[in-house]
């Protein structure tokens, strides 16, 4: 008879759980209950229970209690009730990490999985495999391979499981059960054959051919398991990517031929496998994609829901190859399920023409409310990638976001439309003044600091560069009187960005900033002072190098720097140019959207990769005059091919007058130790090798590092491409492979190497300019030079602008490395660092009639980096 619960029964927690306030000492004491005869099995079970609960719940058991608690419980053996039974082997499993001396349960588990009762079998095959080790496991191998074969599916499906879980510490014992585990995967049960091909798969993974016949006997002989179906297509697909397998692979034929099976379960995972293979054309996604359009009309709204997820994964890379089920997606847009119906929104949203957007928005607008965050989130990115594609309606889907800003949402919702509305902004500059005026009244009432700072930042940034600029100031300084220390800080630094770079406002700028500077906040203070005295003193290059660009070192090298220099005084003042420079994306970063960042920073900030390059060279003798180190290559470069007996990869370091080679050295082979391992070099250009440093020993597989120093070119400043022809030398030892002791004087012997290029690249650090046109001038003229080149064999824009980025190593500005459709002329902003700490800008403008034609022009405070860009371009 069910109970009725009143209201008395609800306020008294008659529906709450009841373990929520057990104290593990008293549930141990309850224990003491497993002693007594004749056992309770009613109550124990029930003592079991709380102890399960305790652990699951993380309750920690100290060793001693857990294993007396273990021990008292191994008498419960003694009770028939199955139920008491089945808690026992629960229980086993769980503390058999915890008690002590867990195996002597060992009999009792054995009995019970060779007894006659099935319901015991398979628990005690769980718990048994549960506490046993390596060492115990070949005196129950006998019992494990008549289990695998039982004809009982759940003591076979219990014993293959475990097997599974045995192989990673017993995987040669495991290994001979192959022939019980063939067996078993001939099996009618369908569990007992997942799991059997689990075991087989698992136990022949590293044998790329092996899983290959495996996969083609299921071919030939099908399978009655859907779950084995869905795992045999899984690992065709990991082969196929592992091999890169073209679609003539008889993997790809047997996923394909998924697609025609009579389990809905194993047709949706073959077309997901297919959808997610890399590289699949639209033609090779067509009936994957046919599948799915069937789906969309499933009365399962399971399968429905899957269908349309699958859909929207692929409309993302393959728009075209959904557009044949847009008819069945417009009829889920009405679909119950509010799940079902966003994605099938999003998904026409993709593939979708653009006069059908102004209906799409309507359909959506009905239901944007009804949908959780994290589906709304789904939309925006959908209009995100739409905007893109048709740039014509940036006014209807910006409105759109705009009414999705103002609605509740929390902030992964409102940060993802915040986002898109920039996105918009930098893609389409007819948008530019409507999107910034919704952002400024967004922030009039925004909760989200992070999105308010990134919003005033994005003012201070385009805001200047608008027609009517005057009309942000009132929405900025309302956030300096309304706001908390973060925001007021963001705004002034937008502020001083205003008057930066527009002379009219300026006298109104420094009375918003004078009234800033009694702000109760010092970091507000701080910059309103700084900000105040560099606008009043009224020059180009001062604002351009402290309030529109700003500092492009790194914020932790230079604290770490300037601790340096305190901890050893010297009468020479600080150097910025020793400090490392903050790569592009970094500065990206460091924007004012983290207006105290550097207030509120740990007070260990973790070192840099270059920075622990300049600690690990810093600790070699011949290289402690060389200065602060400048710049190390992003990725190391291989010499050798990876299967070779040798492997070799060069990091380059870069130096104000020289360059490092570090040889990161691998010996491969067993039975030799290489010993004074050095890489010899020949360079084609003016550079002089000064020293090596090199490896002292190389055994067998323990990685070493030798280094090369060179000089850079004096004679000829300009010759900074080079490539070295580069020839390993060493003394080779034989040895002993099991001791690897050396058994002879050894013998000198040499490894040719592949070629190692250095390029104008290598001497030159990116960094971001924020303001291109106040960087170039604040550079000034003095050194400015000026070629014209013609790109004889390349026939696009885009492939001009890659290519160029690529070649320089400096850092796109304001996005000028995107270039627009239908364009045959851009301008390339590039800015970055020349070895010395030197700053070298480079405007290049492109002309794509039959070829290319580039107008290059580049500025400096130095000659040299002027010269060297436009001798490397030439």
Not at 71 to 99: H, V
Not at 357 to 370: C, G, N, T, V
Not at 492 to 504: D, H, M, P, R, Y
Request: net charge negative.
């Amino acid at each position: 008879m069910l109970k009725k619960f009143d209201k008395k029964d609800e306020e008294s927690g008659g529906g709450s759980n009841p373990f929520q306030h057990l104290e593990k000492s008293a549930v141990l004491q309850e224990a003491r209950v497993f002693n007594e005869t004749p056992i309770n099995p009613r109550k124990c079970a029930h003592i079991l229970t709380k102890i399960l609960y305790l652990i699951n719940q993380g309750e920690h058991l100290g060793t001693t209690e857990a294993t007396e608690a273990f021990f008292a419980m191994t008498k419960l053996f003694q009770s028939n009730d199955p139920t008491l039974r089945r808690m026992c082997y629960l229980t086993i499993k769980e503390m058999s990490c915890i008690a002590e001396d867990v195996i002597i349960v060992t009999s009792s588990l054995t009995k019970d999985m060779t007894g006659k009762e099935d319901n015991y079998r398979g628990p005690a095959v769980r718990a048994l495999c549960q506490i046993t080790d390596s060492t115990m496991l070949q005196a129950i191998e006998r019992y494990m391979k008549q289990a695998i074969v039982d004809k009982v599916p759940s003591v076979s499906s219990s014993a293959l499981v475990s097997s599974l879980h045995l192989l990673k510490c017993s995987f040669d014992v495991v290994k001979r059960w192959v022939n019980e585990a063939q067996e078993a995967a001939s099996s009618d049960n369908i569990m007992v054959q997942y799991h059997a091909l689990g075991l087989l798969y698992h136990v022949r993974k590293n044998d790329r051919l092996a899983v290959n016949k495996m996969i083609s006997k299921v071919t030939r002989h099908g399978l009655k398991s859907p779950f084995a179906y869905c795992m045999m297509i899984r690992v065709a697909s990991k082969q196929l990517e592992e091999e890169d397998g073209s679609r003539d692979s008889p993997l790809f034929d047997f996923i394909e031929s998924c697609l025609r099976n009579k389990h809905e379960m194993v047709v949706y995972e073959a077309a997901s496998a297919i959808v997610n293979l890399p590289g699949c054309s639209a033609k090779e996604l067509a009936p994957a994609v046919s599948v799915l359009q069937l789906f969309c009309s499933s009365p399962k709204a399971a399968l429905r829901y899957a269908a349309v997820r699958t859909l929207n994964k692929v409309a993302m890379k393959h728009p075209s190859a959904v557009t044949a089920c847009n008819l069945d997606l417009e009829n889920l847009v009405t679909d119950s399920n509010r799940s079902i119906a966003t994605l099938a929104i999003t998904t026409l949203l993709k593939t979708g023409s653009e006069s059908s957007i102004d209906r799409l928005m309507k359909q959506i607008s009905s239901f944007m409310s009804e949908i959780s965050d994290e589906f709304k989130v789904v939309v925006v990115q959908a209009i995100s990638a739409l905007c893109q594609k048709y740039p014509r309606k940036h006014a209807v889907l910006m409105n759109f976001l705009f009414t999705m800003l103002r609605e509740e949402g929390g902030f992964e919702y409102k940060r993802a439309i915040v986002d898109c509305i920039i996105s918009i902004i930098e893609e389409n500059s007819e948008s530019k003044e409507t999107g910034l005026s919704h952002l400024c009244e967004f922030i009039e009432d925004c909760e989200f600091t992070v999105l308010a700072t990134r919003i005033l930042h994005l003012l201070g940034q385009e805001g200047p560069k608008t027609t009517n600029p005057s009309k942000y100031i009132r929405f900025i300084y309302n956030r300096v009187v309304l706001e908390h220390e973060e925001v007021r800080a963001g705004a002034v630094s937008a502020l001083a960005k205003f008057g930066a770079q527009n002379e009219e406002m300026l006298p109104s700028i420094l009375v918003l900033l004078k009234r800033c500077v009694m702000d109760d906040d010092n970091e507000v203070r701080d910059r309103a002072t700084f900000y105040l005295n560099v606008l009043e003193q009224k020059q180009k290059a001062l604002n351009a190098g402290y309030i529109l660009n700003g500092l492009t070192v790194s914020i932790p090298g230079l604290e770490r720097a300037l601790q340096q220099y305190t901890l050893e005084p010297s009468e020479k003042p600080f150097d910025l140019k020793s400090v490392p420079l903050a790569t592009a994306p970094m500065a990206e970063q460091r924007t004012e959207s983290t207006p105290i960042t550097a207030v509120k920073q740990p007070e260990k900030v973790a070192a840099t990769r270059q920075e622990i390059f300049q600690e690990q060279l810093a600790a070699v003798p011949e290289f402690r005059g060389l200065g602060p180190l400048f710049k190390s290559s992003p990725e190391p470069v291989a010499l050798t091919e990876s299967e070779t007996e040798y492997v070799i990869r060069c990091t380059k370091h870069t130096f104000t007058d020289h360059m490092v080679f570090q040889f990161d050295c691998t010996n491969t082979l067993n039975d030799q130790t290489l010993e004074n391992v050095t890489v010899q070099m020949e360079p084609t250009e003016a550079y002089e090798v000064l020293c090596y440093v090199p490896a002292r020993s190389l055994p067998y597989n323990q990685p070493g590092t030798c280094y090369t120093l060179v000089a850079l070119p004096k004679d000829d400043p300009t010759a900074v491409a080079c490539t070295f022809s580069c020839m390993m030398k060493f003394t080779v030892k034989d040895c002993d492979p099991t001791t690897g002791e050396t058994d002879d004087e050894g013998y000198e012997d040499e490894y040719v190497l592949e070629d190692l290029e250095v390029t104008v690249a290598d001497h030159i650090q990116k960094v971001m300019k924020l303001n291109f046109e106040a960087a170039w001038d604040e550079v000034g003229d003095e050194f400015e030079k000026e070629e014209t080149f013609t790109l004889s064999t390349i026939k696009t824009l885009e492939e001009a602008v890659g290519n160029i980025v690529k070649f320089l190593g400096m850092h796109p500005c304001e996005r000028s490395d995107k270039v627009p459709d239908n364009k045959n002329t851009h301008t390339l902003l590039l800015a970055g660092v020349f070895r010395g700490g030197h700053d070298i800008l480079v405007r290049a403008r492109l002309l794509l009639l039959d070829t290319v034609t580039m107008q290059v022009t580049a500025r400096s405070l130095e000659e040299l980096p002027v010269d060297i860009i436009l001798a490397s371009v030439g």
